[in-house]
Structure formats: structure tokens, C-alpha cells
């Protein structure tokens, strides 16, 4: 049984800065690729971020403009955990943020919202 649990969401100051991780189970972590989504009050879920296997793809990543230079994606195949890093957020970031495994499997999602 595949399970996604993000964490790290919480409330953040413009400019601030917040850590998402996301912990998987049930599957070869360290082989898949491993994204970020995020569904904004009202809106379409977006991609934000991907980062590859480092085994099959080298790990490259991948960064949607709108956080590119922002945020900074990572994996620790040890811990079968992938993060997400964000510097600079802006209002505009405030969203739930899902992980996804391989575009098949999805986390519950943790809150990030930004704000004064």
C-alpha cells in the first residue's frame, strides 16, 4: 500500500520561509520521479516542482516560473522523503501543497499560507 504524508506546512510571513517534507511507503522511492503540486483557494491544482531519480535521471529538477529561484526541491533516498524548501513567499504562494509520486500517487496535502 503506497502512502504519501506531507508535513512542515504551517503560517508564514511574507519573505518568510517554510520546509515541507513528504514521506513515502510502499514503493521504490529512490527510482521514481517526485513532484510538488499546489491547489490555491479557488483554483486549479498547478505543478510547482519536480525532481527526478538520481538513479534513472541523474536527479535533475525541475521548477514551474512562478517559484523557480525560490524554492529548492530535494531527496533523501535514505529516508524514502522528499522535501521542498521555500525562500521569499509571497502572498501568492498560500495553497495546499500535495506530493505526488510517479503522477500516480497523491499525499492528503499540508496548508502553507502566507500572510501578515
Known amino acids: 500500500q503506497v502512502r504519501l504524508v506531507e508535513s512542515g506546512g504551517g503560517l508564514a510571513q511574507p519573505g518568510g520561509s517554510l520546509r515541507l517534507s513528504c514521506e513515502a511507503s510502499g514503493l521504490v522511492f529512490s527510482r521514481l520521479p517526485m513532484y510538488w503540486y499546489r491547489q490555491g483557494p479557488g483554483g486549479q491544482r498547478e505543478w510547482v516542482a519536480t525532481?527526478?531519480?538520481?538513479?534513472?535521471?541523474?536527479?535533475?529538477?525541475e521548477y514551474s516560473d512562478s517559484v523557480r529561484g525560490r524554492f529548492t526541491i530535494s531527496r533523501d533516498d535514505a529516508k524514502n522523503t522528499v522535501y521542498l524548501q521555500m525562500y521569499g513567499l509571497k502572498p501568492e504562494d498560500t495553497a495546499v501543497y500535495y506530493c505526488?509520486?510517479?503522477?500516480?500517487?497523491w499525499g492528503q496535502g499540508t496548508q502553507v499560507t502566507v500572510s501578515s
Open positions: 525532481i527526478y531519480s538520481r538513479i534513472t535521471s541523474s536527479g535533475r529538477r
Open positions: 505526488n509520486a510517479d503522477q500516480e500517487h
